[in-house]
DNA sequence: TGTAGAGTTCAACGTGTGTTGAATTAGCGG
DNA sequence: CCGCTAATTCAACACACGTTGAACTCTACA
């Protein structure tokens, strides 16, 4: 038999002759996307390149071709579509003061890693983080940066108190939220999963806050670092 | 050259004639807490059969022959040494009051899961759980049963509100708590990391005391399954 | 028309995985 | 002293992985 005669497979699967059927198809983007998905799914070490491959409908090669390796294409798999610090400001900063910062931060950050654009990046992150060092240094960057130094800001905490409160009081608002994310997103807890953003906002946000400008105990190691208000 | 004159390794490690050693060598047990150190830090994809009888010194036949498989290994390895309700309620009732329950909850939370019974344990777990849907399954179970389910009768919530209440409440909890646990063991930011029990546990007690009998918030759907005092 | 190069496929390599089966030895009950 | 059984080792299988290199076909441009 030659090899002649080949079914048409999702993009090109199957047995489909070599060449270059059109300039830029758009390959290179779905086999990002299916990275992104497939990580976000199984995490960087569960997830595999002939897996990815076969998600975008192409030759696992290809994604050698296009990516280099596959730590590379985490690594632009991950790289962010949109600045979460700007989203962020941009939530928290128009609607002044109503209905209390924390709530409208925990809101906030809830819609923003659950909307299309972040989900599967971020639930990626997240799913990494717990196997590959490099993951976690990316998340805890990613956490540290993006989401706790925007908050800071965002709510004057800079000004108000020392550096080392203010760190430890955002890590604080980072237990609480990477928490909701974890029950809510990986573990599906029921009650957390089932609720609204708008509800969990509401519940969970006075505890944020309480974090953000509420009385705290600091530990020593902080406290001492400057006189606060 | 002949296969004589080998060094000898850990445990039997490197070729020592087959054959029966002694009666009941420690070796089952030795393999079993090896793997749940393995499993604790590269969680369940990321540790190998051949890693763990390597650190136990061992051939890797052996974890077959005792454990059956992976997976069986595993869930054995898991199997809690102690059980976390009795630890919990212990150190929850004993000082009856004084100085908040939530404050008391975290710091035995923290501490139970950093002893050395649960430490390996609790930290395999949460890395598995993200990767394993088995393991996931394993921790909800964990923390729905062991420990939301005694803090509920502890602190007595199931006797002033309703189920749908205390279990809404209480996963409010267990979003704080896996958070801190997420944070300090997983990712270890720096300030969590740091910090001592003592020292979360007045900081992030409060909050927990909160969700437990503060007012918050309540689903509308969980809100309207019985009127609350 | 020719040639450079991009898009794609195929076949294979080397390595590491979980798992199996046979072989070997030591202790123990008869 | 003889088997039986438990403890252990070794060698191998089948498979999946990431990765590589060569081939092929089409487009674009000169």
Redesign the pocket.
């Known amino acids: 038999m030659s ?1 002649a005669a ?1 079914a048409r ?1 999702g ?15 758009g ?2 983007a779905a086999i990002g996307e299916a990275a992104r998905a497939q990580f976000a799914d199984h995490g960087y070490r569960g ?6 491959a076969a998600a975008a ?10 990516y ?4 590379a ?1 985490f690594a632009a798999a991950m790289r962010l579509p949109v600045l979460p610090s700007e989203v962020m400001t941009a939530a928290l900063t128009s609607p002044a003061g109503f209905p209390g910062t924390g709530t409208r931060l925990v809101a906030a950050a809830l819609s923003l890693w659950e909307s299309d654009a972040l989900k599967d990046t971020f639930l990626g992150l997240l799913k990494s983080a717990v196997t590959s060092e490099h993951a976690a240094a990316m998340l805890r960057d990613f956490v540290t940066d993006s989401i706790l130094g925007t908050m800071v800001k965002v709510t004057g905490l800079a000004d108000r108190v020392s550096p080392a409160e203010a760190g430890y009081r955002a890590a604080m608002v980072a237990t609480q939220m990477l928490g909701l994310a974890m029950t809510r997103l990986v573990l599906r807890l029921p009650p957390v999963a089932a609720a609204s953003v708008e509800e969990l906002a509401a519940t969970v946000g006075p505890s944020v806050e309480r974090y953000l400008s509420g009385e705290i105990e600091l530990p020593a190691a902080v406290a001492g670092s400057q006189r606060r208000t």
Chains 1, 2 share one sequence.
């Open positions: 090899r080949k497979g993009r090109n699967g199957a047995g489909r002759p070599p060449g270059r059927p059109a300039g830029d198809s390959t290179r997830a595999t390149i002939r897996g990815i409908g192409v030759d696992p090669a290809l994604v050698h071709h296009y280099g390796s596959k730590e294409l």
